[in-house]
């Protein structure tokens, strides 16, 4: 992908994640947030990358499902699978996979609350979170190969 393809899949997921958000804080059912919630306690103990990537993929599926329209949720799933990738290029050291839980957590208990507005919030902000992290490494990577020069 192109730095202007990441940039589009970024531009364009953001609002998707927060429209899934809102959508999901409206229709989710009992059955779906108690699977999230078992599905925060393995996000927690594990420390595995591989297997953390997976088990955040289940979540955002969880989720999508949630949100009761096929359409958008293929869309965020492809969107995702885009960008997923470029998790396994991120530092092992990055702020990414530790923020997950308390984000995850802080939704669960939005959806809980059925308070919409931040439904629509917090996943914005984890894709930021995202975002920013990718950035980071981007720019480390390119200031760490420009000094070859």
Known sequence: MSFQDLKDVFEIRLFLVGLSGRFAGERIT?????????????????????????????????????????????????LRNQIGRLWFFA???????????????????????????????IPRNHAMLFINQIKDNLYVEVKDTSSFT
């Open 91 to 121: 530092k092992e050291n990055d702020r990414y996979p530790s923020q997950i839980p308390k984000n995850f957590e802080d939704l669960i208990a939005a959806l809980e609350q059925r308070d919409v507005k931040s439904c629509e919030q």
């Open 30 to 78: 009992t059955e779906e947030l108690t699977n999230l919630k078992e599905l925060l306690v393995d996000i927690k103990r594990e420390k595995n990358r591989k297997e953390l990537i997976r088990l955040d993929a289940e979540f955002h599926n969880v989720i999508n499902d949630s949100i009761k329209n096929k359409t958008l949720a293929l869309t965020l799933e492809r």
